[in-house]
């Protein structure tokens, strides 16, 4: 490993540093997320409020007629939910819809959905042994979640009415089921729900009928109160929690997300709104608009890492409604995992929800590295040899660059021995040193910096390959050799402690077989290069892969697999071009006819020069003033 090679690496751990601490929340964002939060929390108070009161109130003789006790019930349950109280009261049950892919359990009470379980899919957990067991994967599973519609009712308490407090009647035909609410006199808001075949979608809509005389038209409107607190799916929780969040899309802009690794508040209460999804590191649930959400307040709230929870998501979305006697608003929801061809057949680009990065960097995973990985899939079926092969395709497409690499070091290290000379004639003179070197450099046609562009422009595939494999779902729960899951790390051995900083309680074997494969090439293409300039680089080039060591050990191991097999590949590469393909004879010969042909004024290496005399002339100048005092 190399000057350039290192300098590159390093820019590298610079930009995935700066992307992990990138959009922490800003005061607007807080004060968003603080009008949401009292929002729910006035109308939850007023409820209370109800409730105290119904409990303080007289109880009826027991003797009295029950007439006259039903009056005061359905009395109590008008107050508490106004035109809706004939579905106040009831009893919770559940109905069912699914296919191959995916089950629904839906609850009549709130008419939402209870959970959706995976099918094909399986969390792992680790017995008291270790030991990896395969459990039931279940999305919106957990009690505390919330998908509710804020009503304005008229006469109801605090002027809303949840429609979780509210038991809806049900009727079940075939993939399809309809939930409705009763108001009496033919009056109801409903909700039906149609699972597709052999998909993760739900038709989704509402109906309000009847319902303009109810629903008050104060310009609040009709809101969806969802909340989502995310299970803990995957074995890295560390990682999957820097994954989930918050995503969305305005109705005339490209898709966007709430901080992943902090919390965070986006409003866009006057922004239409094309589709949200709460997203897991593989899987999401998303409600999606066929015409456009008035707008919505979305937030993340980060949760203790001991908590069982992974993360709590927030979004109040707000729905459009005209107030006419009769209406509906289709929307359609997908549970599911992150598989890019069934979000991007969803429309709208959510298939962003996939985390393979923005800009030129998810362009190459997407539309680049993605097809190529699912093409040779089709041919092979272990995830492992097609991360081979498919490195094998990325070093061949970036073979060029490699050997204008090797070229260039070859022909510096062809300049050794007259660089030797220099040291040995100016070793009392470093900055005389560097400008002979220089001089030598321009004489002979050798660009110090040859070898660095190459690494440089390596850099956005590298970056993109980071996102790559923690973000395609193909890897989750992969095995390949003595790793069991690619999307996560490997264990080749468990340690009785946790070693701070990401290392984890455990050695990946992946990320230590590349560490040491990197200084093994670090000290083959590096033995014949001179140092004496800077000798700090000679152990730096050697400290980097153990520094690397540690961010690489809890990272997914489809990537440390891919740096092990490039890193293999790059030493064969680097064996077969210096011996058999670059001809140090014919170099020389090259670098000689250069040397003795007239040569262009070059104003950079003019300047390099001019720049390197000046401080020359500063340093002897300090030097002189220093023996002047001593004197």
């Not at 008050?216 to 994954?243: C, P, S, T």
């Not at 800077?534 to 153990?546: D, G, R, S």
């Amino acid at each position: 490993m190399d000057r350039n090679t290192i300098i590159g690496m390093l820019l590298i751990f610079a930009l995935l540093m700066a992307w992990q601490q990138y959009n922490k929340p800003k005061a607007a964002a807080l004060q968003a997320q603080k009008r949401l939060q009292d929002s729910i929390a006035r109308v939850e108070q007023a409820q209370k409020q109800q409730k105290t009161q119904e409990t303080d109130a007289p109880t009826a003789p027991a003797n009295a007629n029950s007439t006259t006790a039903d009056s005061a019930t359905i009395a109590s349950m008008t107050a508490a939910a106004g035109a809706f109280a004939p579905a106040a009261i009831g009893q919770e049950q559940t109905a069912t819809l699914e296919n191959d892919l995916v089950k629904i359990v839906f609850s009549n009470k709130g008419g939402r959905i209870l959970y959706a379980e995976m099918k094909q899919h399986f969390k792992i957990d680790e017995d008291d042994k270790k030991k990896e067991i395969k459990t039931t994967l279940r999305l919106l599973a957990d009690p505390k979640n919330k998908f509710e519609y804020l009503l304005p009712v008229a006469g109801a308490a605090g002027g809303v009415v949840k429609t979780s407090d509210l038991y809806f009647q049900t009727q079940q035909s075939g993939n399809q089921i309809t939930f409705r609410a009763n108001a009496g006199e033919g009056r109801f808001f409903e909700q039906t729900y149609r699972l597709s075949p052999d998909d993760y979608r739900l038709d989704y809509s509402l109906r309000f009928e009847g319902l303009n005389g109810i629903l008050a038209n104060d310009g609040q409107g009709i809101r969806l109160n969802w909340v989502n607190y995310l299970d803990k799916l995957e074995k890295n929780h560390r990682f999957e929690r820097n994954y989930s969040t918050v995503y969305y899309r305005p109705a005339n802009d490209a898709p966007n997300y709430c901080s992943c690794t902090s919390s965070d508040t986006k409003d866009k209460g006057s922004v239409p709104l094309k589709w949200v999804s709460h997203a897991n590191q593989f899987f999401n649930t998303a409600l999606m608009a066929e015409t456009s959400f008035k707008g919505a307040v979305m937030s993340t709230e980060m949760l203790d890492p001991t908590d069982t929870n992974l993360k709590k998501l927030r979004s109040e979305i707000s729905i459009p409604y005209q107030g006419s006697a009769s209406e509906t608003f289709a929307m359609r929801m997908y549970l599911g995992p992150n598989e890019f061809r069934r979000l991007r057949a969803m429309g709208y680009e959510l298939e962003d929800v996939i985390p393979f990065g923005r800009s030129i960097l998810g362009s190459i995973n997407r539309w680049v590295i993605r097809p190529v990985f699912n093409f040779l899939l089709g041919f092979i079926s272990s995830k492992g040899i097609v991360i081979l092969i498919l490195t094998l395709l990325v070093k061949m497409a970036v073979y060029p660059l490699t050997y204008r690499m090797l070229y260039s070091q070859s022909k510096m290290g062809a300049l050794k021995p007259q660089l030797a000379q220099l040291k040995e004639k100016f070793k009392d003179d470093p900055q005389q040193q560097q400008v002979e070197t220089m001089k030598i450099y321009r004489e002979f046609g050798v660009n110090p910096l040859g070898g660095c562009l190459p690494s440089l422009l390596q850099m956005p595939i590298w970056i993109a390959l980071y996102r790559f494999f923690p973000a395609s779902i193909e890897f989750r729960q992969a095995s390949f050799l003595w790793a069991t899951d690619l999307s996560s790390y490997d264990v080749a051995l468990r340690l009785p402690f946790e070693i701070p900083m990401g290392f984890g309680s455990h050695i990946s074997a992946f990320t230590l077989l590349w560490a040491i494969s990197t200084l093994i090439y670090t000290y083959y293409s590096t033995r014949d290069m001179d140092f004496s300039a800077n000798p700090a680089m000679k152990y730096m080039q050697y400290v980097m892969p153990l520094f690397f060591l540690g961010f690489f050990n809890s990272y997914a191991s489809g990537l440390t697999c891919y740096l092990l097999f490039s890193n293999l590949i790059t030493i064969g590469q680097t064996i077969i071009t210096r011996n058999y393909i670059i001809d140090q004879k014919k170099i020389l010969a090259q670098m000689e006819a250069y040397r003795k042909q007239p040569k262009k004024k070059n104003t950079w290496q003019d300047r390099l020069e001019q720049a390197m005399k000046e401080q020359q002339r500063i340093q002897a100048e300090r030097a002189k003033q220093a023996t002047t005092k001593k004197k």
